[in-house]
């Protein structure tokens, strides 16, 4: 079945390590993007990308890395310089502005 | 002003009522407008896109006022199962893709 995957489901880091979320699509869509959500609140742009090896800064970039060696395949890094990363990590793709995007089950990286 | 705004309630209703949420956006060049549902805890899922001339799909109506820069969803017959955060979606083209922005949602829960 086709569908987009997150990995690992809940992520613990110590402070000032970089960690790396996984997202891989096999839906062949070429926009794929990154939102992190807080308790209570939206989802915020992280990053995104419409084709390989190219990708934006969505609204909240600063912290955050990302690569797009593959259409399938999106990965973000937190950086140690990411201030308060404890958050609900989501991950989505798209390949038609009219037909919605699918989210992946998301990542809860939590800092201790 | 938030690009994209909602009442986040919560709308407490007893089953079987109708409900209406609405939405507003402030970017005219918005392209395409989305309706997502969130569960505690899980990924947001596409309920429905939202077109001008308004869309139907079973007990939920979505509309789009351009001109008002407004979105509503209105649900009929409400069940239980209806209980979710639902967001507002808009879409719009930057320079680099295609950009989703999210409202903050707005909580139902419906009741016996």
């Known amino acids: 079945d086709g569908g987009i995957t997150q990995s690992p489901k809940y992520l613990f880091r110590k402070e000032g390590q970089n960690v790396t979320l996984s997202c891989e699509q096999n839906?062949?869509?070429?926009?794929m993007y990154w939102y992190r959500q807080d308790p209570g609140q939206g989802l915020r742009l992280i990053y995104y990308?419409?084709?390989?090896?190219?990708?934006q800064k969505g609204d909240i970039a600063e912290g955050y890395s990302v690569s797009r060696e593959k259409k399938e395949s999106f990965p973000l890094t937190v950086t140690s310089a990411q201030k308060n990363p404890t958050a609900f990590y989501l991950c989505?793709?798209?390949?038609?502005?009219?037909?919605?995007?699918?989210f992946g089950s998301g990542t809860r990286l939590t800092v201790v | 002003r938030k690009e994209v705004e909602q009442d986040p309630g919560p709308f407490n209703v007893p089953e079987g009522a109708t409900v209406a949420f609405n939405c507003t956006y402030s970017?005219?060049?918005?392209?395409?407008f989305f309706w997502y549902r969130q569960d505690c805890r899980k990924e947001p899922k596409l309920l429905m896109s939202?077109?001008?001339s308004g869309n139907e799909d079973g007990r939920f109506t979505a509309q789009l006022n351009r001109a008002s820069q407004y979105i509503s969803l209105l649900i009929r017959d409400s069940k239980l199962s209806d209980s979710a955060t639902y967001l507002c979606?808009?879409?719009?083209?930057?320079?680099?893709?295609?950009?989703?922005?999210f409202g903050t949602g707005t909580q139902l829960k419906v009741e016996l």
């Open positions: 989505a793709s798209g390949s038609s502005v009219g037909y919605g995007y699918t």
């Open positions: 839906l062949n869509h070429d926009a």
């Open positions: 990308s419409q084709i390989v090896n190219d990708f």
């Open positions: 970017n005219s060049a918005s392209q395409s």
């Open positions: 939202v077109y001008s």
């Open positions: 979606v808009v879409n719009y083209l930057t320079g680099g893709g295609n950009k989703l922005t």
